[in-house]
């Protein structure tokens, strides 16, 4: 069996820094006299349980409404929340450490930008992602979602239409779509909000998969971006999504076959190592931090 790896794998440079600004608050108190204040997400910083949990165990808590707490600091996602909620926190005494990815945080003021100019946004994405939700937010409430090119004949076609997307949509839809847009409407902006680190993995998954007998996608059931690698590489071969290593099964494996290994932008290392040590090296991944697995 020949193990074939993705470039890239493990965190995309959004959620590395989400990590690195929790990691950088200190969750105990220590000897040089730093007093530590009760750490908390409002929604899992990222989109893989797994690395949560670890945060968790360093102190970094998830809380599910602004309600559960009065005091401490609290991290925004790095997929963003929704305006109003922001506004909500500026009221509290809550120390507020925003790590919403930078390529999120343009797609929120085009979405703003856009709305302020009269354009309809058109907000090409999954509508129930928290990211759009928060794109929504950004154009007043006032934007269309579009998951599929069908949903494009529900748009008002009166006005004109600025276009942006979550930032982990998958190309081809996104392609698909505009080219609907344009027959429908004349006048129209279009924003390709998607983000590179994306739309590179997805490009390089499927060169993967056309090489590959076997697809093997280490992330989170939740983590969207982990979730279109899959849809991507499994129009080309056997694609399995998997989170832990627990999930592999022998009987997938051939002795002789080629197995690709990708991963979403959520995964950590040590999770992509814990999945692979026993099949493979590969040379570009960090250290299994002890006890892992
Ligand atoms: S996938 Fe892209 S937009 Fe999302 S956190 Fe990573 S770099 Fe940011």
């Known amino acids: 069996m020949r193990l074939i790896f993705a470039k890239k ?12 600004l929790a990691q950088s608050i200190p969750t105990r108190d220590n000897k040089k006299g730093t007093v530590a204040t009760p750490v908390y997400t409002l929604g899992p910083l990222i989109h893989n349980p797994q690395e949560v949990k670890r945060l968790e165990r360093l102190g970094v808590k998830v809380i599910s409404s602004l309600n559960q707490i009065k005091t401490g600091t609290l991290i925004v996602p790095s997929h963003g929340l ?44 999954q509508k ?19 998951e599929t090119p069908g949903d ?10 600025g276009v942006i997307s979550q930032t982990t ?16 409407n004349k006048r129209f ?13 997805q490009k390089e998954a499927k060169g993967l998969a056309e090489k590959a007998d076997l697809m093997i996608v280490i992330g989170g059931k939740n983590s969207a971006n982990t979730t279109r690698l899959y849809n991507i ?5 056997r694609t399995y999504h998997i989170e832990l290593p627990e999930e592999l099964r022998p009987g997938w ?16 290392d040590w999770i992509i190592k814990s999945v692979i040590k026993n099949l493979g090296n590969p040379p570009h991944l960090n250290p299994l931090p002890k006890g892992e697995c």
């Open 253 to 268: 494996f051939n002795k002789k076959g080629v197995v690709g290994i990708t991963s979403g932008t959520s995964t950590p």
């Open 169 to 184: 949509q998958s190309v081809e839809s996104f392609e698909k779509i505009v080219r609907r847009l344009k027959i429908k």
């Open 189 to 201: 902006k279009i924003h390709n909000t998607i983000c590179k680190e994306t739309s590179q993995r």
């Open 82 to 125: 929704p305006q109003s909620i922001l506004k909500k926190i500026e009221k509290t005494r809550l120390k507020l450490i925003d790590a919403t990815c930078p390529f999120v945080k343009r797609a929120q003021l085009l979405a703003k930008s856009l709305h302020e100019k009269g354009y309809h946004v058109v907000i090409v994405g």
């Open 233 to 237: 590489c499994k129009k080309v071969t």
């Open 128 to 146: 129930s992602h928290p990211e759009v939700i928060s794109l929504l937010s950004f154009a007043n409430g006032e934007a269309s979602v579009v």
């Open 9 to 20: 794998l493990g965190f995309c440079s959004g959620v590395r820094r989400a990590i690195s």
């Open 152 to 161: 494009v004949e529900k748009i008002n076609a009166s006005k004109k239409t």
